[in-house]
């Protein structure tokens, strides 16, 4: 049996622990011995910005604001949705470990990546770079856990509350899109995104693009009414 082998570790800024791991050419991002992300299977965060995005492909400047970086699956997928010039990709990543992991050790998952000049990476919550906007985004995509009721970091339940959710419809252009990626179906989760004045779909959608395609993720898309 080939070996995990730890490549490196960081704390997030709440002191949780995360470690790169490689197995067989895999790549594996944990904490506390839980799997929190892998270069195997992607196919889901992939999937969610192509459904975030594809909307907008007709807009000339088009905006998006991406809930964590990750390995980049789900950031490299959406600037290849939108290939428009003049269009902008923000990143609110909280750890810049895991920045730096994407500029070295993970740079061959997506070549190039972080060279595109449309994309710009703020450290820090995401919750900050939401409240910091007025009608500005096409669409935000959040990929920062394993959805509204699993959390890794503790903060981020804050995103999922009614008052959060009322935040980013205020960060959101009319008619523009939440879309959120989850490891599980929530139904009270859906009727929030409804409380909170959303149109709300719930996609049920392959975890990744090949091996088990059976296991299956969610993804919220929660439009925005164009009043």
């Known amino acids: 049996m080939k070996p ?12 949780e622990p995360l470690e790169l ?6 790549f594996l991002i944990c904490s506390n011995g839980e799997q929190l992300m892998t270069s195997f299977s992607h196919g889901s965060e992939e999937t969610l910005a192509e459904l975030a995005c594809a909307p907008f492909t007709p807009v ?11 390995m980049g699956y789900t950031l490299a997928a959406a ?25 070295t050790h993970l740079s061959h998952l997506n070549p190039g990546l972080l060279d595109d000049d449309r994309i710009n990476i703020k450290i820090g919550p ?71 004045g959303f149109d709300v779909s719930e996609n049920t959608v392959a975890a990744a693009h090949k091996g088990n395609k059976r296991r299956t993720h969610t993804i ?3 439009r925005k009414k164009n009043f």
Request: charged residues 20%; without cysteine.
């Open 21 to 26: 791991i490689e197995h067989d050419g895999t």
């Open 79 to 103: 600037t290849r949705a939108v290939v428009k010039q003049r269009a902008s990709f923000t990143v609110a990543e909280l750890t810049p470990a895991i920045v730096d992991w994407n500029r």
């Open 220 to 222: 919220w898309l929660a």
């Open 126 to 196: 995401v919750q900050k770079a939401i409240r910091q906007a007025n009608g500005e985004y096409h669409a935000i995509l959040l990929d920062v856990d394993n959805g509204p009721s699993a959390f890794h970091g503790k903060k981020n339940s804050s995103l999922y509350t009614l008052n959060g959710l009322r935040e980013i419809q205020h960060a959101l252009k009319g008619g523009g899109i939440l879309a959120i990626w989850s490891a599980r179906s929530d139904k009270v989760f859906t009727k929030t995104l409804r409380k909170a």
């Open 60 to 70: 000339n400047q088009p905006k998006f604001l991406i809930g964590g970086l990750g």
């Open 4 to 15: 995990y082998v730890k490549i490196t570790e960081t704390l997030t800024p709440e002191g």
